[in-house]
């Protein structure tokens, strides 16, 4: 099965965090990780209210909107890939 490595892209995974704030001014906080190309741990992890922003120069625009979606509808990660996940 293809994964991120198979295409010469790094590994990109999101998930949905706990909503923050008052309920009229209320978040949704994602966790993004990214994983270079070849490496075995996350080049770095962020908390943030626009993960399609940190991810679509990686993945485009709407693949990056894709696994937003994907993370919205599950409570564990996702990404582009099942395999990375």
């Known amino acids: ?3 991120a490595a198979s295409y010469g892209l790094p590994r ?6 706990a909503e923050v704030g008052h309920w009229i001014f209320r978040k949704t906080t ?11 741990q996350p080049a770095w992890i962020k908390e943030t209210t626009d993960p399609a ?3 679509r120069p990686y993945l485009g625009l709407a693949d990056a909107h894709s696994v937003v979606d994907a993370a919205n509808r ?3 990660w996702a990404s582009l890939f099942d395999t990375d996940d």
Request: cysteine-free; glycine content about 8%; overall charge neutral.
């Open 74 to 76: 599950t409570s564990t």
């Open 53 to 55: 922003g940190l991810i």
């Open 30 to 40: 994602y966790e993004v990780e990214f994983t270079e190309l070849g490496a075995t």
């Open 12 to 17: 990109i995974r999101v998930r949905k965090l």
């Open 1 to 3: 099965m293809p994964n």
